[in-house]
């Protein structure tokens, strides 16, 4: 099974400051069709995830462009340009390559 | 707009048996692949089973395989969760998703429903 280890686990950001989660993968996520099945999700207190990002860099509609992701292979990033407070919750990178695995989760709170 | 609504959730003891049920609408039901996701309470989310568009392809998580088992009938717009020989670490929030794409390979969950809690405890 693909392993997807999130870090930090825990992320303090000051409002207005930028963030950043990695996310690595046990193997590649390249897939046979030539794309990177590498999602991110955003989970708010006492809601359901809600998808931010698909393969790899792609927003969803309605997400922010403060939001943005990269990366390739089995190294990826989350980036937060400037952090505000509705963004508090516990963000999940996901692979779906190989069958489908979530990384551990990365609590984002205000400083 | 898309719209899930899990339901069937609830207390049962363990080695009991639940089924859980998502109504799907806004979106052409018939066409798309199907996930069950869980969440234990104060942790991270656990991908359970996934669907094909015409149920012909099906997987599940080592740690329900032979226990669960996931159905759809598109007829109804309903995705099931058949949950049989239940632990207590089955215990957790049942998200049911919808996928981009309609069979397995290259998946990604893009809409999600509110949940269901399931409580399994003698």
């Known amino acids: 099974d693909v392993v997807m280890t999130q870090s930090p686990l825990s992320l303090p950001v000051t409002l207005g400051q930028p963030a950043s989660i990695s996310c690595r993968s046990s193997q590649s996520l390249v897939y046979s069709d030539g794309n990177t099945y590498l999602n991110w999700f955003q989970q708010r207190p006492g809601q359901s995830p809600r998808r931010l990002i698909y393969?790899?860099?792609n927003r969803d509609s309605g997400v922010p462009d403060r939001f943005s992701g990269s990366g390739s292979g089995t190294d990826f990033t989350l980036k937060i340009s400037r952090v505000e407070a509705d963004d508090v919750g516990v963000y999940y990178c996901m692979q779906g390559t190989h069958s489908i695995t979530f990384g551990q989760g990365t609590r984002l709170e205000i400083k | 707009q898309v719209h899930l609504v899990e339901s069937g959730g609830g207390v049962v003891q363990p080695g009991r048996s639940l089924r859980l049920s998502c109504a799907a609408s806004g979106f052409t039901f018939s066409n798309y692949a199907m996930h069950w996701v869980r969440q234990a309470p104060g942790k991270g989310l656990e991908w359970v089973a996934f669907i094909s568009y015409d149920g012909g392809n099906k997987s599940y998580a080592d740690s329900v395989k032979g226990r669960f088992t996931i159905s759809r009938d598109n007829s109804k717009n309903t995705l099931y969760l058949q949950m049989n020989s239940l632990r207590a670490e089955d215990t957790a929030v049942y998200y049911c998703?919808?996928?981009?794409?309609?069979?397995?390979?290259?998946?990604?969950?893009?809409?999600w429903g509110q949940g269901t809690l399931v409580t399994v405890s003698s």
């Open positions: 998703a919808k996928d981009r794409s309609y069979d397995y390979g290259g998946n990604s969950p893009d809409y």
């Open positions: 393969e790899v860099s």
